[in-house]
């Protein structure tokens, strides 16, 4: 089956810097690759998502890279605030109709003023 | 802007109690799942759920589980016989659509067994 591994597993920045987290994974077949942004005591909220026809996306300070070959993509954070601290998780699926997310094992980011 | 919402937001039961988790899918999403977190490890996938049927479990969802969507709005995770190893957070997800279709993810609910 699919397995996901994400790197690094605590990652500290100083406010304005940039962030980037990478997951891997196995199953060639994985064609959707989204990440959740998981608050404390909170479910797990969709901040942006790819699909392996394209190799990037961007919503404002976020973007999203995939490397089929390599079978990795990465997040990344632009000018991070306070507000990204939060726990990320990559997922990745095999979009045939019943989405079962395989996730990394999440990135604790700590933005400090 | 339409959530999902999950009951109770904390459980605490005894070993060997059967306890029901709740769910308020999207209202208008077609294809639903259960997650559950334990304490700081990673989400792992149960089961999903689409039309009134399962359509995947894992190796976790065993004998001891099971789902169901009893009207045209809940969706329900039991534990029949609950050990202390489902402690948990739980979290649901439903989509609209299998293709395409992002999940969006409950609140969660803490499962505490003693």
């Known amino acids: 089956g699919e397995n996901v591994e994400q790197h690094p597993s605590t990652l500290s920045v100083q406010e304005g810097d940039s962030a980037v987290i990478k997951c891997t994974y196995s199953d060639s077949a994985s064609n959707y690759f989204p990440w959740y942004k998981q608050e404390l005591g909170k479910g797990p909220q969709l901040i942006i998502d790819?699909?392996?026809?394209?190799g990037e996306k961007k919503d404002q300070r976020i973007a999203v890279t995939l490397n089929k070959t390599a079978k990795h993509f990465s997040l990344h954070i632009t000018e991070t605030q306070p507000e990204d601290s939060a726990v990320y998780f990559c997922a990745a699926s095999i979009d045939t109709g019943f989405q079962k997310l395989v996730f990394g094992t999440g990135t604790r980011l700590l933005v400090s003023p | 802007e339409p959530e999902v919402t999950q009951t109770p937001s904390h459980q605490v039961t005894q070993m060997g109690q059967e306890v029901i988790l709740r769910c308020v899918p999207i209202s208008n999403h077609l294809y639903f799942y259960w997650y559950r977190q334990i304490l700081g490890q990673k989400v792992e996938f149960l089961v999903s759920?689409?039309?009134?049927?399962?359509?995947?479990k894992s190796e976790i969802f065993d004998d001891q589980f099971s789902v169901e969507r009893p009207d045209g709005s809940n969706f329900t995770l039991k534990i029949r016989s609950t050990k202390l190893e489902d402690s948990a957070m739980y979290f649901c997800a439903s989509s609209g659509t299998g293709l395409s279709g992002t999940q969006y993810f409950g609140p969660g609910t803490r499962l505490l067994v003693l």
């Open positions: 759920f689409y039309n009134n049927e399962i359509s995947e």
């Open positions: 790819i699909r392996s026809n394209v």
